[in-house]
Structures are given as structure tokens and as C-alpha cells.
């Protein structure tokens, strides 16, 4: 059974920086590009970034390029997600998962992520 924990979240004023992870299991974790989505309050999925499955190649969506940066452990099934300069637009609940399925509510928990002085 596919099993994904993200974590890592919490609130932190604007300009602020946390690092999300994201522990997989119950398949090959090596073996699959990953992505990070996420839901604002009221808004529906957004997009955030991926990595391939060797994590030498990444993409961003607009809105956070140059701030967050995407990362994998294949050795400890973890990705990661840093995020710096954040700003309160980021507040979110934020997902990962296999790139190109379903990924967000139902399929993991989230870790909330709160951008506000």
C-alpha cells in the first residue's frame, strides 16, 4: 500500500523558511519522479514543483521559483521541499506524491503551512 507522510509544516512570518519532508513507502520509491501540489484556504489545487526519479532535473511553477527549492533522499524514501522568502500567498495545505497521479486530499494528510506575522 502506498503510504506517503508529509510533514515539516507549521507557522512562520513573512520572509521566513521551513523544509518539508515527505516519507514514502510501500513502493519503489527510486523508481518515480515525485511532485509537490498544494490547496489554499478556499482554492483549489495548485501545482509546486517536481524532480525526477534521480533528482538531477526540477521544475517550479512561476510563483515559487527562486524561493523553493525540491529534493529527494532516495536512500531514505524522503523528498523534501525547502522553502525560503515565504510569503503569506504561500499559506497552504501542502501534498506530495507520484507525478502524474492523483495527488492532495484523500491521498495523504498534508502539512499546513501558515504565513502570517
Known amino acids: 500500500e502506498v503510504q506517503l507522510v508529509e510533514s515539516g509544516g507549521g507557522l512562520v512570518q513573512p520572509g521566513g523558511s521551513l523544509r518539508l519532508s515527505c516519507a514514502a513507502s510501500?513502493?519503489?520509491?527510486?523508481?518515480?519522479?515525485m511532485s509537490w501540489v498544494r490547496q489554499a484556504p478556499g482554492k483549489g489545487l495548485e501545482w509546486v514543483s517536481n524532480?525526477?526519479?534521480?533528482?538531477?532535473?526540477?521544475s517550479y511553477a512561476d510563483s515559487v521559483k527562486g524561493r523553493f527549492t525540491i529534493s529527494r533522499d532516495n536512500a531514505k524514501n524522503t523528498l523534501y521541499l525547502q522553502m525560503n522568502s515565504l510569503k503569506p500567498e504561500d499559506t497552504a495545505v501542502y501534498y506530495c506524491?507520484?507525478?502524474?497521479?492523483?495527488?492532495?486530499?484523500?491521498r495523504s494528510q498534508g502539512t499546513q503551512v501558515t504565513v502570517s506575522s
Open positions: 506524491g507520484k507525478s502524474g497521479s492523483v495527488i492532495g486530499p484523500g
Open positions: 510501500g513502493f519503489t520509491f527510486i523508481n518515480y519522479a
Open positions: 524532480i525526477n526519479s534521480g533528482g538531477g532535473s526540477t
